[in-house]
């Protein structure tokens, strides 16, 4: 497969996540491993968000986020790609009983956010990879320049990407096979480039210094970054074996992730890598 004009990736990651439905709403929570990306995220979204505000969580899915926030008293707005997954969204939000908190549930993509004016939001978040799904570059910083544009002034913005690097330990420990696939395996070793196909939807993978490279200049100032997954980035086994049996030694881990998360080498190897930035 390659990339050409014809080649329509958003379709194919709209095809992915139809297919996915509520298998993406439990994603985060699935297991410990998993509540790790959740967690961590909501743990530096409560550091640096306003204590009130309105927040637009875009290519937010099927909500997890939005229903969080909402439960926490702020007003949010969700967008994304997929309608399966804000189907799911509406469902889970009338659930947990925040309706009046969530503003508006909208289709859409993360690098046209025209229906909303500059400055309208006390803080954006994308986050869970939505950025990755756009394969094309100039795409991507669109994106990120509506992602900014629709922030405040001294809004915080939180953007979180797949990374490419724990792409690559993947592959070594869980699908050797598909290291045969050479042109495959070297296009996203060398590009971060993945055009789908064998088992996930089209992506882009970041390395950290490519992220934040694509933040730089662009009227904001860069808080942290963050590994989601940090040091037990692909140790899934390991880290739900400490949750079930260890819940002392748990306790001492997630106190060393917080410690460790912001290492160049945590971030370098997880496969969630969070920005956060502020707006100037
Ligand atoms: C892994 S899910 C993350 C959902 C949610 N943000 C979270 O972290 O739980 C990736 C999401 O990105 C959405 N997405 C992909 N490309 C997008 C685009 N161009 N614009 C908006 N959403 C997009 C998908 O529909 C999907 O809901």
């Known amino acids: 497969m390659c990339m050409n004009k014809d080649f329509n990736y958003k379709e194919l990651v709209k095809k992915y996540y139809t297919e996915l439905g509520i298998g993406e709403w439990k ?35 099927p909500g997890r986020y939005t229903i969080e926030l909402a439960k926490l008293g702020y007003d949010v707005v969700l967008l994304d790609l997929t309608p399966k997954l804000l189907e799911i969204a509406k469902r889970q939000i ?7 908190r969530v503003k508006q549930i909208l289709e859409g993509s993360i ?22 799904h756009i394969l094309s570059k100039a795409s991507r910083e669109r994106a990120i320049s509506e992602i900014i544009r629709v922030a405040k002034r001294e809004a915080p913005i939180f953007v979180s990407v797949i990374g490419r690097l724990a792409v690559l330990i993947s592959e070594l420990v869980n699908f050797p096979q598909e290291i045969e696939i050479e042109d495959v395996f070297r296009r996203v070793r060398d ?25 730089r200049g662009k009227g904001v100032e860069i808080l942290e970054i963050v590994g989601l997954e940090g040091l037990a980035t692909l140790h899934r086994k ?40 502020k707006k100037l």
């Open 27 to 61: 994603r985060l929570v699935k297991d410990p491993y998993h509540r790790l990306e959740f967690d961590t995220t909501m743990y530096f979204l409560k550091r640096y968000l306003p204590k009130m505000g309105l927040i637009l969580d875009a290519g937010g899915g």
């Open 94 to 100: 009338r659930r947990a009983g925040v309706k009046h």
């Open 111 to 132: 690098d046209d956010l025209s229906m909303f004016s500059d400055e309208m939001f006390d803080a954006v978040l994308c986050l869970g990879g939505a950025l990755s």
């Open 191 to 215: 590009t971060g480039d993945y055009y789908g196909g064998y088992g996930f939807a089209p992506c882009h993978f970041y390395l950290p210094e490519e992220l934040e490279k694509s933040f």
């Open 238 to 277: 390991e880290l739900n074996r400490l949750h079930k049996k260890y819940p002392k030694a748990w306790r001492i881990w997630w106190e060393t992730h917080l410690r460790t998360c912001t290492h160049p080498g945590a971030i370098g190897i997880s496969e969630h890598i969070l920005i956060i930035c």
